[in-house]
Nanobody, 125 residues
Framework: VQLQASGGGLVQAGGSLRLSCVAS????????MGWYRQAPGKQREMVAV???????DYADSVKGRFTISRDNAKKTLYLQMSRLKPEDTAVYYC????????????????????WGQGTQVTVSS
């Protein structure tokens, strides 16, 4: 399972960005997915998560401004970010906390974390 994140960039405070994360591989299904971020000198933190059934949870700092969604048919995760603030500046990573996929002639159901490569979001004041 490979995750490829995109959509980051430079935006002014108050602006919007939409991040995407596409999963590739011989995937049958993906468990929970989420967006995490890491600012310079800080630990990686959860931004938003979504279960395979669509239940969502958000960090308090982004509630009401960010919306997480997923398209299971396209194996794609999204993060719509609005009213961005300078403190949202970070590298954003997508995550899947498990997946079921074909490996050779076998079906594998793992419960390990899969991470994308990260996409930089910079919000200027």
């Amino acid at each position: 399972v490979q995750l490829q994140a995109s959509g980051g960039g430079l935006v002014q405070a108050g602006g919007s960005l939409r991040l995407s994360c596409v999963a590739s591989g011989r995937i049958i299904s993906i468990d929970g997915m989420g967006w995490y971020r890491q600012a310079p000198g800080k630990q990686r933190e959860m931004v938003a998560v979504i279960s395979s059934g669509g239940s969502t949870d958000y960090a308090d700092s982004v509630k009401g401004r960010f919306t997480i969604s997923r398209d299971n048919a396209k194996k794609t995760l999204y993060l719509q970010m609005s009213r961005l603030k300078p403190e949202d500046t970070a590298v954003y990573y997508c995550n899947a906390d498990g997946a079921t996929y074909y490996a050779y002639d076998n079906i594998v159901a793992d419960k390990i974390d899969h991470w994308g490569q990260g996409t930089q979001v910079t919000v200027s004041s």
